[in-house]
């Protein structure tokens, strides 16, 4: 199985700074066919389903703001909140579909300082 | 646009077989991925396995052995089975679509106790 293991746990920003979280896999998600990244990050607020935000590693979802990016190569990826808002506190994931089973990081809690 | 709606009981007991349906809504199952993912309480994310849309399926190894995934096409539904439940499949289940899974069910929690 893929590990992915995610950094910080938990971390609290102000508003309107930059958030950075972090993603490791324990081997390549490359897609050789198209040299992509099969790895996707998703945002999950309390009592609600996960959101895709981002998918083949830096390829943003229709209608997520555009201060949410993706980017990393290799085994590093990283998600980044260029300005933090009050409506971006939530658990955050990574999860690569390179192989089965899928897996995701154990989430990133953000918070406001 | 497409919409999945999970359903099923939300009380099993120990031992028996959960069984669970997603409803898709706005476009047909007669393409893409369908997983089923799980998220006991508090906790993270675990994928469960899929179907693909000419019936083949995956299963994650830690339950492949508990796990039956089934399309029915004229329903427009996924199913899901899990047998010989323990309180450990106590979670919330959702199903979703494609690998990068675009699309997810709002969830259905199911606990299982006596």
């Known amino acids: 199985d893929i590990v992915m293991t995610q950094s910080p746990d938990s971390l609290a920003v102000s508003l309107g700074e930059r958030v950075t979280v972090n993603c490791k896999s324990s081997?390549?998600?490359?897609?050789?066919?198209?040299?992509?990244?099969?790895l996707a990050w998703f945002q999950q607020k309390p009592g609600q389903p996960p959101k895709l935000l981002i998918y083949?590693?830096?390829t943003r979802e229709s209608g997520v703001p555009d201060r949410f990016s993706g980017s990393g190569s290799g085994t590093d990826f990283t998600l980044t909140i260029s300005s933090l808002q009050a409506e971006d506190v939530a658990v955050y994931y990574c999860?690569?579909?390179?192989?089965?089973?899928?897996?995701f990081g154990q989430g990133t809690k953000l918070e406001i300082k | 646009q497409v919409q999945l709606q999970e359903s099923g009981p939300g009380l099993v007991r120990p031992s028996e077989t959960l069984s669970l349906t997603c409803t898709v809504s706005?476009?047909?199952?007669?393409?893409?991925?369908w997983s089923w993912i799980r998220q006991p309480p508090g906790r993270g994310l675990e994928w469960i396995g899929y179907i693909f849309y000419t019936g083949s399926t995956n299963y994650n190894p830690s339950l492949e052995s508990r796990v039956t995934i089934s399309l029915d096409t004229s329903k427009n539904q996924i199913s899901l089975k899990l047998s010989s439940v323990t309180a450990a499949d106590t979670a919330v289940y959702y199903c979703?679509?494609?690998?990068?899974?675009?699309?997810w069910g709002k969830g259905t929690t199911v606990t299982v106790s006596s």
């Open positions: 081997q390549r998600v490359l897609d050789s066919s198209n040299n992509k990244n099969r």
């Open positions: 706005g476009g047909s199952i007669s393409t893409y991925y």
């Open positions: 999860q690569q579909y390179y192989s089965t089973p899928y897996t």
């Open positions: 083949w590693a830096s």
């Open positions: 979703t679509k494609r690998g990068y899974m675009d699309v």
